[in-house]
């Protein structure tokens, strides 16, 4: 939803064009939120407009209220999930997530890059989490944990958690059973699976570099092309 100031920048602008000397369709007279509405349905019709009652604090009545549907969870594992390239990846998740639905809770192109946002957007869910990560390659990977990311003293997690390669090639790396360090957060980084002093996946306190081992908990290896990477974007999804 937008907020309300821009709100009002965009009925300014609406009713600056609906107004113009160079529309032919325009007049002098100042334009009603009627006249506002029924340019912004010819001109937008990809956007939503709401009536004045459905959104109660808003106190400036004569502005039309405008909700962009476009920009709902259309992001870049979204994109991917409409194009069937997820397909093996949703066999691989547990049982108790079939049927419920996705929800983004993180993104780095929405809500910027810091661990510390990322904590806080998981603080109140209890629902398993699924990151995936798009490295400066294109290439795409990431990890299933069985429940939230969230600052730890110690690894926790259950056999649930797994790594996976998603684009350009798929494969999964799931519980060995070496050992049980699954999850582990820190307010400088987050790491999952371990052993040996290596980590199978590690990304930094600001969401742009990450590491890529071959580890004991998963026996996998690396999930990207160099085992040091950049991160172009990340996503952290939630079943609900």
Request: hydrophobic share 35%.
């Amino acid at each position: 939803m937008l907020s309300s100031s821009q709100q009002r920048l965009l009925s300014a602008a609406a009713v600056a064009v609906v107004c113009h000397p160079s529309n032919p369709d325009s007049s002098c007279s100042p334009c009603s939120s009627d006249e506002l509405r029924s340019f912004l349905q010819l001109r937008r019709p990809d956007l939503r407009l709401l009536d004045g009652e459905e959104e109660a604090d808003h106190e400036e009545e004569e502005f039309v209220l405008i909700e962009d549907r476009a920009e709902e969870d259309e992001e870049m594992f979204q994109t991917l999930r409409g194009s069937g390239d997820d397909w093996e990846l949703c066999k691989e998740l547990p049982a108790r997530t079939v049927g419920r639905a996705w929800q983004l809770a993180y993104s780095t192109s929405r809500h910027g890059a810091s661990l510390k946002s990322l904590y806080r957007k998981l603080s109140s869910t209890d629902s398993p989490v699924l990151i995936v990560i798009k490295d400066a390659l294109d290439e795409l990977f990431g990890a299933f944990l069985s429940d939230p990311l969230r600052p730890s003293e110690t690894f926790y997690g259950t056999g649930e958690t797994f790594l996976f390669m998603l684009h350009p090639r798929f494969k999964s790396f799931r519980w060995t059973g070496e050992n049980s360090f699954f999850i582990k957060g820190d307010l400088d980084c987050f790491a999952v699976g371990g052993g040996s002093g290596h980590f199978g996946l590690w990304v930094d306190e600001n969401l742009y570099l990450g590491r890529s081992s071959p580890c004991y908990t998963f026996n996998n290896c690396c999930l990207s092309e160099t085992d040091d990477f950049r991160i172009m974007e990340l996503e952290v999804w939630t079943f609900s």
